[in-house]
Structures are given as C-alpha cells and as structure tokens.
C-alpha cells in the first residue's frame, strides 16, 4: 500500500499559479504510474496528467501547456506545476498510485478505477 499525501492547493485570481505536491510513502518502489486526478462539484472525477516509471508524461488536452507534471524519487514526491490557471480548473485535486497500472497504460486518460492509492485530496479555486 501506498499512501500519498496531498498538498498545496489554494485560491488564485485567473492567471495565476500553483504548485501542487503528493508525498508517497510505503511501498513507493511498487508503483509504475503516478496521476492526478480532480473532481469538480457535481462532476466525475476526472485524469489530468500521469508519469510513468520512465518519466514519460501525458495530459488531458484541457490542461496542454499549461501544466507540468513531474516527479522526484529521492523525495519520493510527485508535483503539479499549474499555470494560467482557468476558472474551469476549479475542483479538488487527488493525486493516485497505480501500483498495477503499466507504463503502456499510464495516461491522463486512464480510468480512476484503476489507480489503487489516493491522497486526500487539495482545493483549488480560480476565480475571476
């Protein structure tokens, strides 16, 4: 088992920036794919970006250019760089391990479902 813990999240005006990190502890050695999730109100909960064991990142189209995933194995710590932030980025972010989830697989489109370990999860509000 993993177990990861968020934090950074926070309230910024349109345009801004925020620094998103998951510390992981347990069986980090095990996990082949990292990715953050974030679920809006009323909405499913949806993959932003993931990280495979080789450093290979993917992100959902909405967040191209904007965010940067990345990650620091001596920390153990996984980080989300998000720029030019949108109102619509407004939701609460999770990052999961997905212990079983291959590189093949690692995507920001992956399924939620298949991520084993989750963190508590971090506020984030754009507001304009």
């Known amino acids: 088992q993993v177990k990861l813990v968020e934090s950074g999240g926070g309230s910024v005006q349109v345009g801004g920036s925020l620094r998103l990190s998951c510390a992981a502890s347990?069986?980090?050695?095990?996990?082949?794919?990292m990715g953050w999730f974030r679920q809006a109100p009323g909405k499913e909960r949806e993959g932003v970006a993931a990280?495979?064991?080789?450093?290979?990142?993917n992100y959902v189209d909405s967040v191209k250019g904007r965010f940067t995933i990345s990650k620091d194995n001596v920390k153990n710590t996984l980080y989300l760089e998000m720029n030019n932030l949108k109102p619509e980025d407004t939701a609460t972010y999770y990052c999961a391990a997905g212990v079983y989830v291959t590189n093949d697989y690692c995507s920001a489109s992956g399924r939620p479902s298949w991520y084993g370990d989750w963190g508590q999860g971090t506020r984030v509000t754009v507001s304009s």
């Open positions: 347990g069986l980090t050695n095990s996990v082949h794919c």
């Open positions: 990280i495979d064991s080789a450093g290979d990142t």
